[in-house]
């Protein structure tokens, strides 16, 4: 095949008249409209002068035109780079000067204050709006639906995804056609994904969870979504009636469950919910069959690997696990120390190797060799645990990571802001209990000898440095942060002593 990636996904579909996409706004697209805009698009991209394996960063809203603009990168062959939209300047500089990015696309409110980062890196600046205006759209109006597809191979990146910062800056996990495809046709088949499919889709298109899993697998089954701007519950409530299906964070459930109106009736007709980029609690999960009669099925995933186990269509979706490493997809748990296999039941590290897992970390060989074995397996610093019957639990991270709402947040990233604030000596950001995002952010701060900082300052230093998702819910002074003998910050004692910080 020419693009496995394209050919698989996108082109079968050319010319069919059955639904793809249906908006908010009542209208809907055909997959042969939807395949005719992306190829308009593919157009304007060729006309930039991009050439196969350039990178486009994107950082708009969520559209039919900005889900075009994922096709057309594959169909020219380049590699796409989605951004969280909440990202500010200081963070999107980074992303787009790291990856040499040519074009950088982003909303067309934002184009003024990111015109510098375009500047700056030499990328190409061009906007598009979330009524699918801006000069992008406007250049793709004018051209034609026929692409003549850009040939690549199963190892050519497709997109580039950064990811974990927990030290020194965020890294790009590069994914190839192999990655995203073998995953995507994996899933469909193990969620029973078909043409009569309605995926309720009310996720971000900047990650994996909603772009490679949700709209992958809608494409590779060639069924449709309801395809929302984002999770707002009576919009939720209103289209559920219309679905088969819906994929979620834990937050979606939890939000649902807590809405009288979400019951048996409602979701009658629904076939599958799928969890996952968070712990799903035990409770939830219980909670949601009792309301729904619906297990939800939990599975287990990583910007680097794409989705690694799933809990069973058919038979048990046991609460608290993560369920059976995917077919082709091998997990082992091994000692986080010496590397050794650890046997069934013992706690570990969760190492993954198949088809799924990324090529490496872009530009950063030596972070790619700590964390990708020669051997294939990539070590995803998840803490986990194979019970008798081979369903995998997630105890806990090996990586000092806060997960809010689905968002990884890195506290380094917070603690640097904080230090640079006059008067603060050192800084320990925790993640504890949040009863809507699973986790957030508590900052522990230590103050120099004498000094009383000016803790609304810190406040605003983090909301110009970083997106608003990532700011601490509370800022506690203390007078010093546990260490262990090595002198390293004990966070696992402070996320004890601090977990009812937000309670309440
Ligand atoms: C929004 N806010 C948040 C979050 N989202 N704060 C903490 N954590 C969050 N996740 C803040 C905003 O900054 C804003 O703050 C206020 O909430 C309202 O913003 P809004 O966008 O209206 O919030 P929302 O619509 O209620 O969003 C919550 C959400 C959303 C629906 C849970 O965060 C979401 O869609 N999360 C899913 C993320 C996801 O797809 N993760 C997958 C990545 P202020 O008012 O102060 O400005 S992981 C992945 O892909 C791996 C591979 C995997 O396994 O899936
Ligand atoms: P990301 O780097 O955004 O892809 O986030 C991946 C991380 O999310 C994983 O390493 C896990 O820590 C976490 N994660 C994803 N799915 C689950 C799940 N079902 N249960 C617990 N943690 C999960």
Redesign the pocket.
């Known amino acids: 095949m020419a693009n496995p990636l394209y050919d698989t996904l996108f082109a079968p579909h050319a010319g069919k008249p059955t639904p793809f996409l249906h908006l908010a706004d009542g209208r809907s697209l055909s997959h042969a409209a939807f395949l005719d805009l992306a190829g308009r698009v593919a157009n304007a991209l060729a006309g930039f002068g991009l050439a196969p394996g350039d990178r486009v960063a994107v950082q708009v809203a969520k559209s039919a035109e900005a889900l075009a603009l994922y096709a057309a990168c594959v169909q020219a062959g380049l590699v796409l780079l989605p951004l969280n939209t909440?990202y500010m300047a200081g963070e999107v500089g980074y992303f787009v000067e790291d990856s040499g990015a040519r074009l950088f696309v982003c909303d067309p409110g934002g184009a003024e204050a990111l015109a510098g980062i375009a500047a700056r890196t030499g990328a190409r600046l061009e906007t598009l709006g979330a009524d699918g205006g801006g000069t992008l759209a406007e250049m793709a109006a004018a051209m034609p639906t026929d692409f003549a597809t850009v040939a690549r191979g199963r190892d050519d990146l497709a997109a580039l995804l950064y990811t974990s910062g927990t030290t020194g800056r965020s890294k790009g996990a590069m994914l190839t056609q192999e990655n995203l495809l073998s995953n995507a046709l994996t899933l469909t088949d193990c969620w029973r994904f078909g043409a009569g499919d309605v995926l309720l889709h009310?996720?971000?298109i900047f990650?994996?969870?909603?772009l490679f899993?949700a709209v992958n697998v809608t494409l590779a089954a060639g069924g449709a979504m309801i395809f929302l701007p984002?999770?707002?519950l009576d919009t939720i409530i209103a289209h559920l009636p219309r679905a088969t299906a819906m994929m979620g964070?834990p937050?979606?459930y939890t939000r649902l469950l807590a809405d009288p109106r979400f019951d048996r009736d409602l979701t009658t007709h629904m076939r599958l919910f799928v969890s996952?980029?968070a712990p799903l609690l035990a409770e939830t999960h219980r909670r949601f069959e009792t309301r729904t009669g619906h297990r939800i099925l939990e599975?287990?995933?990583?910007?680097e690997t794409?989705?690694n186990s799933s809990n069973p269509y058919d038979g048990e979706r046991r609460a608290g696990t993560v369920g059976f490493p995917l077919p082709g997809v091998e997990i082992k748990i091994t000692d986080p120390q010496t590397g050794a296999r650890l046997p069934d039941g013992a706690v570990g590290q969760i190492e993954v190797r198949g088809p799924n897992v990324f090529r490496g970390y872009w530009n950063m060989p030596e972070k790619t060799a700590e964390e990708l074995r020669p051997d294939g397996f990539f070590i995803t610093g998840d803490l986990g645990r194979f019970d008798a019957q081979g369903y995998l639990a997630i105890v806990g991270r090996n990586k000092d990571l806060i997960i809010?709402?689905?968002?990884?947040i890195y506290p380094k990233e917070i603690e640097e802001v904080i230090d640079a604030v006059p008067g603060i000596a050192e800084s320990a950001v925790i993640g504890v209990p949040h009863p809507d995002?699973g986790e957030?952010p508590v900052a522990l701060l230590v103050c120099e000898p004498g000094a009383t900082p000016d803790l609304d300052m810190v406040q605003e230093r983090i909301a110009v440095a970083l997106?608003?998702?990532k700011?601490p819910r509370r800022l506690i002074v203390v007078d010093e942060l546990p260490r262990n003998t090595m002198g390293k910050v004990q966070k696992a004692a402070l996320r004890d002593r601090y977990a009812a910080a937000l309670a309440g």
Do not use: I, K, Q
């Open positions: 909440a009310a996720l971000p990650h994996t969870h909603g899993v984002g999770f707002d964070v937050t979606f996952g980029s599975r287990y995933g990583m910007t794409g989705m809010s709402g689905g968002y990884n995002f957030s997106a608003a998702f700011r």
